[in-house]
């Protein structure tokens, strides 16, 4: 994801002179170092500084540049939080903020590593826009959006690196728009980012059983879009929510409400990082598995 | 100028309303607008930009802008209304106001960003901006001001308005590790001097006075309250309206400094 998101950041950047990065010292990764060489005065690194990161983005927006802010999403998010509120949310400025490694992608780093409730965070500001793809093809559709949009600030919640594709039968990308990736009747799942993979596992092993199961990508968290997922709910008898984040705040919470509000009779379960920080050092699934996120738990709660 | 004037006309409408953090800016902010910055070839606004970083210092901007034919009087004269547009801080969008501030130490870090811009742009614009003593005990100022050295940011221009007072008391008694600033800028990578910040003529013979190559600051000792004698050096001035006597004895002791 993160190597797609630098290739279709450079091809724009190489068309468009107003789109700049901002980092705060995280190297550059594949085409990110090739945008660097071709255009040094359009890639900033403020060091360890998080705060003039987003600072400095809000002013060369003010100035009419495209700046997007680079850095580990808990960097990107958390330390300069009033900045982003204050800077590009409150002045409503179309700057990207790009969190890499959101959810607990950073497996083996620790808590202070772990974006485990950016988008719910991102999510309480108004103005603030938060798209979190699930596999490369997405985040390449994703990032064509960001750098093409002139209205507000946006969060952009990517993983890391090696990501498989899960969007291959999907229709095309569309902001804010829910995105049916797998067809199904019996149940629905609906969730983002990479996790997803979980999911549509899931889907082709319980099909081997006879149950049916659709997935979607809600990769655009906010604005939801609730016309594309209210039938939803009224068209399954049972609906999956899952994501990579803390259980409040989130795709969950709002699927539940949103089913209250139109009246849906389905069953919803949600699958989420736990409200904890778990001292757990493995890989990214190890630690998912802690949090009771896995293969199995998916097959067992849309199975059941 | 009529600028406290008309401040203190204005904080007889609403109740509350900074006058000293304005009155300590006074000349600083009028020396950028009419003596150092360049108006835009259409003569109605400027092709340089000002922040008023130090956002509780924005009846400043707004009496001056009134002034420069930017802020209608009767859009002043709403200040703080729900008719009106104009808030206690600088709102984005509002006549001559380019960033929303208020939030102290935000207004270095966003000046940096603009004066980068129009380095890569190379348009040759300066950036002129207020901030406050108070904002530079946040580490993000200092973020800010390193960014600009290192990016040679000389068409950069901060003044601070060293009135001394915060919130709670004195920084030169409570917070003695501040200085030396001029020090501190200079290690920073900035070119910097000191003046007093009530002397128009002195802070433009500074300005022009500087070489250049480096981002520039401008220390400007000034004294909170400036132009009525009760509310000066007086930390409740902060953020208070006068009441109708103290509006009348402001307006007899009133002194229009510039000198």
Redesign the interface.
């Known amino acids: 994801m993160r190597n797609t998101f630098a290739k279709t950041f450079l091809e724009a950047a190489q068309e468009d002179a107003r789109l700049?990065v901002v980092v705060a010292d995280i190297s550059p990764a594949g085409a990110m170092d090739q945008f660097r060489k071709e255009f040094p005065?359009?890639f900033?690194n403020?060091?360890v500084?998080e705060?003039?990161m987003?600072?400095?983005?809000?002013?060369?927006?003010?100035?009419?540049?495209k700046?997007f802010a680079y850095t580990i999403a808990t960097f990107a998010l958390y330390r300069p939080f009033?900045?982003i509120r204050?800077?590009l949310c409150?002045?409503d400025l179309p700057v990207t903020v790009v969190g890499i490694g959101g959810g607990v992608t950073y497996s083996t780093l620790g808590g202070t590593h772990h974006a485990m409730e950016d988008v719910a965070i991102a999510s309480a500001i108004p103005n603030m826009r938060v798209i979190a793809p699930c596999d490369p093809e997405e985040t390449r559709a994703a990032t064509q959006w960001c750098v093409a949009q002139e209205e507000g600030p946006v969060y952009l919640r990517l993983g890391k690196a090696g990501e498989p594709l899960i969007t291959q039968n999907a229709k095309p990308f569309a902001f804010g728009k829910v995105r049916l990736l797998r067809e199904g009747r019996d149940v629905c799942i609906l969730g983002y980012g990479p996790v997803l993979k979980l999911g549509m596992d899931a889907a082709a092993a319980l099909e081997k059983r006879g149950i049916s199961v659709a997935v979607a990508s809600v990769h655009t968290l906010k604005p939801l879009d609730r016309e594309g997922i209210a039938p939803l709910l009224a068209g399954f008898p049972k609906v999956v929510v899952m994501e990579e984040m803390v259980p409040h705040g989130g795709l969950g919470n709002a699927v539940k409400a949103l089913a209250w509000e139109s009246g849906a009779r389905c069953r919803i379960d949600c699958l989420s990082l736990q409200d904890k920080f778990i001292h757990f050092y493995g890989k990214h699934d190890e630690i998912l598995r802690a949090h009771g996120i896995s293969f199995d738990r998916v097959v067992q709660l849309v199975g059941a | 100028m009529q600028y406290r004037r008309r401040i203190l006309d204005i904080s007889q409408k609403v109740t509350a309303l900074h006058a000293a953090p304005a009155f300590s800016c006074v000349e600083i902010t009028d020396v950028i607008y009419r003596g150092l910055m360049r108006r835009a070839p259409d003569g109605k606004g400027f092709s340089d930009a000002f922040l008023m970083s130090k956002g509780h210092g924005c009846m400043t901007q707004y009496a001056i802008l009134e002034a420069l034919g930017i802020l209608s009087s009767e859009e002043l004269d709403r200040y703080c209304t729900p008719q009106g547009i104009l808030g206690a801080h600088p709102d984005r969008g509002n006549p001559g106001i380019e960033a929303s501030t208020g939030s102290l130490g935000h207004g270095m870090g966003i000046a940096v960003g603009m004066a980068h811009a129009e380095k890569i742009l190379r348009s040759g614009k300066r950036i002129f901006a207020v901030l406050s003593d108070g904002e530079l005990q946040e580490g993000s100022s200092w973020e800010g001001a390193m960014m600009a050295a290192n990016l040679h940011l000389d068409n950069l221009l901060a003044f601070v308005d060293l009135n001394d007072i915060g919130g709670l008391e004195k920084m030169s008694q409570s917070h003695t590790a501040f200085y030396p600033l001029r020090e501190k800028f200079e290690s920073f990578g900035w070119e910097s001097a000191e003046v007093n910040g009530h002397d128009c003529a002195a802070m433009h013979q500074a300005v022009n006075a500087r070489r250049g190559g480096r981002p520039y600051a401008l220390l400007c000792k000034t004294v909170k309250g400036r132009g009525v004698a009760f509310m000066e050096h007086v930390p409740i001035w902060h953020y208070r309206s006068p009441s109708k006597e103290e509006y009348a004895a402001a307006i007899r002791d009133l002194r229009e400094v510039s000198a």
């Open positions: 700049c005065e359009r900033i403020t060091g500084a705060q003039i987003i600072g400095m983005c809000a002013g060369m927006s003010m100035r009419g540049l700046p009033e900045f204050d800077d409150y002045q």
